[in-house]
Each structure stands twice: as structure tokens, then as C-alpha cells.
């Protein structure tokens, strides 16, 4: 597309960046980004759930987030959160692969987290992020 960073990353919307990411719905960045669902992102982030963020992130459990999210494990969210592993939440947040959090968070990928964040392309972070189209990031 040859989209200035600056002006829009929105994986192929050409909405201005610091309006909106969202994968592709147009919704504010500011307001939401919970990969389809349009609910205010300081709201809630669960991906398909709809549940608020500051209340309870447990992917289906309904308990408070401070005290816990495991995926459906009820193990303290400052102990464990990786989707139903038992692996320390410090240590690991990739909901299913046991990836370290401080190493790598691509949603499935194993790619570093500081090298690469594109959703599914495995394409370095530094040299783009267009969720879609390949476009260096510091060129265009």
C-alpha cells in the first residue's frame, strides 16, 4: 500500500494508526482492541468474550481477574495464567504453548516476542507490522 507508519496500521484499512488497530474493524485504538468484538479496550480484552478486562479474565470463569486467570484452571492469577498449564504467570502467557512471556507472545507463533509481532506472518517487528502485507515497517 505504501502507507506511512505514522499515518495508518490497521492491517489494510488505511486508518491513521493512532486512531485505530484493530486487525481490521475501524474501531478506535484507543477505544478498543480485542481482535473483533468492538468492546472498549480499557473494558475488556478476552478476545471472544466480552467479559469487562478489570473484572475477570479467566476465558469462561467469571472470576475476578486480581484473583485469577488460568483459562479454567481457579489457580491465583498471580501464580498461574497460561490457559491451563499450571505454569507461573511471570513465567509464561501464550494461553496454550507454555512459551515463556518474557520470550515470545505472537498468540501461536513461538516467535520472540521482541523480534516479531504480526499475528500470524513471522515477520520481524523492527522491519514491519502490517498484519498482511509484508511492507518494511521503518520504510513504508
Known amino acids: 500500500m505504501g502507507i506511512l507508519f505514522d499515518d495508518v496500521w490497521d492491517g489494510g484499512m488505511g486508518i491513521p494508526f493512532d486512531d485505530v488497530w484493530d486487525g481490521g474493524m475501524g474501531i478506535p485504538f484507543d477505544d ?3 481482535g473483533g468484538m468492538g468492546i472498549p479496550f480499557d ?3 478476552d478476545g471472544e468474550m466480552g467479559i469487562l478486562f478489570d473484572d475477570v479474565w479467566d476465558g469462561g470463569m467469571g472470576i475476578p481477574f486480581d484473583d485469577v486467570w488460568d483459562g479454567g484452571m481457579g489457580i491465583p492469577f498471580d501464580d498461574v495464567w ?3 498449564m499450571g505454569i507461573p ?4 502467557w501464550d494461553g496454550e504453548m ?3 512471556f518474557d520470550d515470545v507472545w505472537d ?3 513461538g516467535i520472540p516476542f521482541d523480534d516479531v509481532w504480526d499475528g500470524g506472518m513471522g515477520i520481524p517487528f523492527d522491519d514491519v507490522w502490517d498484519g498482511e502485507m509484508g511492507i518494511p515497517f521503518d520504510d513504508v
Open 89 to 92: 504467570f511471570d513465567d509464561v
Open 82 to 84: 497460561d490457559g491451563g
Open 32 to 34: 478498543v482492541w480485542d
Open 107 to 109: 498468540g501461536g507463533m
Open 43 to 45: 473494558d475488556v480484552w
Open 98 to 100: 507454555g512459551i515463556l
